[in-house]
């Protein structure tokens, strides 16, 4: 299988409100010409907020699927989101492969990653970190 281009289709009740949040505070910027409520996420990938029918409320399982944004200069765009009213449910954790996460929620509850590789955090499993 070849796979030329990505895309997640991101469900709310409200996805005018959630096209905001990733327009206006993530930062995301639109993929044009694929409607009002799609992003870009990277170079070979397109996130689109979309209504649908069966689902209400905030998600249930916020766990359950993770979008993760593969980013440099993770400390800074930790500080702008924080600056601009995000919480941070992990704040730049360090992974044993040398990666930073860290994760919040968006208005619907679903957990979105910032990801940084820094290989220089990389370290055998079960030592602690040096950074």
């Known amino acids: 299988m070849e796979i030329s281009e990505v895309s997640i289709q991101l469900a709310s009740p409200d996805p005018q409100r959630l096209s905001a ?22 170079p070979a990938g397109v996130l689109f907020i979309v209504d649908h ?3 209400s409320g905030p998600t249930a399982e916020p766990a359950r699927a993770i979008i993760d944004l593969h980013i440099t ?28 996460i ?16 820094r290989p220089e955090l990389a370290r055998p499993e079960g030592e602690a970190v040096t950074a």
């Open 53 to 55: 029918s069966e689902i």
């Open 21 to 42: 949040f990733y327009r206006d505070v993530v930062g995301l910027k639109p993929a044009e010409g694929m409607g009002d409520q799609s992003f870009h996420v990277g």
């Open 102 to 117: 860290s994760t919040f929620e968006d208005p619907d509850g679903n957990r979105i990653q910032l990801m940084e590789y």
């Open 73 to 100: 200069g993770l400390d800074a765009e930790h500080d702008r989101l924080s600056k601009a009213g995000v919480t941070f449910i992990r704040d730049r954790g360090v992974e044993v492969w040398g990666g930073v």
